[in-house]
Nanobody, 121 residues
Framework: VQLVESGGGLVQAGGSLRLSCAAS????????IGWFRQAPGKEREFVAA???????TYADSVKGRFTISRDNAKNTVYLQMISLKPEDTAIYYC????????????????WGQGTLVTVSS
């Protein structure tokens, strides 16, 4: 499956953004989708994931501030981000796992190109 992220940008601390991950193909509903991020000079880290049935899990650092959701009719997964902090600045990637989901990078086989989120203080 091919993935395209959008919705990144520059926002002040405390602000909000909604990222979108649009997928191609007819089998989108069979994929679990994860969001990961990579800040400059740091390793890529897990942010949130949603299963085929809509189960969700979050990194502790974003719990209560980020919400992941999916619309299978639109082949799209969203990441709503509120109360953004400068430490949320990163390139955000969505990834797809056929028939599964998880919090580990290796669990995902398909990745988008990423969208940059910059949070100013």
């Amino acid at each position: 499956v091919q993935l395209v992220e959008s919705g990144g940008g520059l926002v002040q601390a405390g602000g909000s953004l909604r990222l979108s991950c649009a997928a191609s193909g007819r089998t989108f509903s069979r994929y679990g989708i994860g969001w990961f991020r990579q800040a400059p000079g740091k390793e890529r880290e897990f942010v949130a994931a949603i299963s085929r049935s809509g189960g969700t899990t979050y990194a502790d650092s974003v719990k209560g501030r980020f919400t992941i959701s999916r619309d299978n009719a639109k082949n799209t997964v969203y990441l709503q981000m509120i109360s953004l902090k400068p430490e949320d600045t990163a390139i955000y990637y969505c990834a797809a796992a056929y028939g599964g989901w998880g919090i580990r990078i290796y669990e995902y086989s398909d990745w988008g190109q990423g969208t940059l989120v910059t949070v100013s203080s």
